[in-house]
């Protein structure tokens, strides 16, 4: 089943088109399904489809609301275990029965500005690869911060003037970024994905959900984008530093 309103990513599973919302459309704010099963030991539920991004790779999981006839209640976390995604629901609340048809809302501000950073953080893939040639190594975000290592020689308060300027150079250019999914055969023939480490994926993972800035940066990726890289609006590199020989962190924060 399709999303309303926004096309579908090519090569998108039909899977994930019907139960992963988030990774079809990452602007999708609210939408309807059913409680699949009910965790009351652990205060939460799981149902037949979701916009709650669960966490992982670095980005945090959404917050939000669940709202059913009689009742509602705040989703605290949402996370993916044995295969499922889970809403954990505030423990003062009451919980859906399995089967109750329930209104899932993002808390949408929290969600845009997490997009708007994760998005930044491949902007600085893409500039460190470019103008460097290194890949990241590691790194994490909160909304509106993050982080990035990458294996340099050294660091430096003008280095990361210079890397905050290339930045914000490339989201003023206005890439279009662009999600698809592509098979693993064409993905382990891509050099663009081998050098994000693409190939260390587990093979059955097939296919990749690949996040593209075009001309910029391309990267297998599960987590939520903006539409354009004017979107993030402005960057500010708030530190630099050595975590030892051949690692050094880049710190950012995202500028209303």
């Known amino acids: 089943m399709a999303v309303p309103g926004r096309p579908v990513p090519a090569g998108a599973p039909a899977e994930l088109v019907a139960t992963e919302l988030f990774s079809v ?153 662009l999600v698809e999914f592509v098979g693993r055969e064409i993905a382990d023939e891509d050099h663009a994905l081998i050098r994000t480490a693409a190939n260390l994926i587990p093979r059955e993972i097939d296919p990749l959900r690949v996040i593209d800035i075009v001309g910029l940066d391309k990267q297998a990726d599960g987590g939520t984008h903006v539409l354009s890289t004017v979107e993030v609006g402005r960057v500010r590199v708030t530190g630099t530093e050595s975590k030892g020989k051949g690692n050094k962190r880049v710190r950012l924060e995202v500028l209303d």
Not at 119 to 126: Q, S
């Open 25 to 177: 459309d990452a602007y999708l704010r609210e939408f309807d399904a059913s409680v699949e099963e009910v965790d009351a030991t652990g205060h939460r539920v799981a149902l037949r489809r979701t916009a709650f991004y669960p966490g992982g790779g670095g980005q945090p999981h959404d917050l939000g609301t669940l709202r059913w006839s009689d009742g509602a209640a705040p989703v605290r976390k949402a996370g993916r275990e044995n295969g499922r995604i889970w809403h954990w629901l505030d423990a003062s609340s009451p919980l859906p029965d399995p089967g109750t048809e329930v209104q899932g809302i993002l808390d949408w501000d929290r969600r845009h500005l997490t997009m708007r950073t994760h998005t930044a953080l491949h902007i600085l893939c893409g500039v460190m690869w470019a103008d460097h040639g290194v890949a990241v190594t590691g790194g994490n975000m909160d909304p509106g911060k993050g982080r990035l290592d990458f294996p340099l020689p050294s660091m430096s308060a003008e280095f990361g003037r210079e890397v905050e300027a290339r930045i914000n150079q490339e989201i003023a250019a206005a890439h279009e970024i």
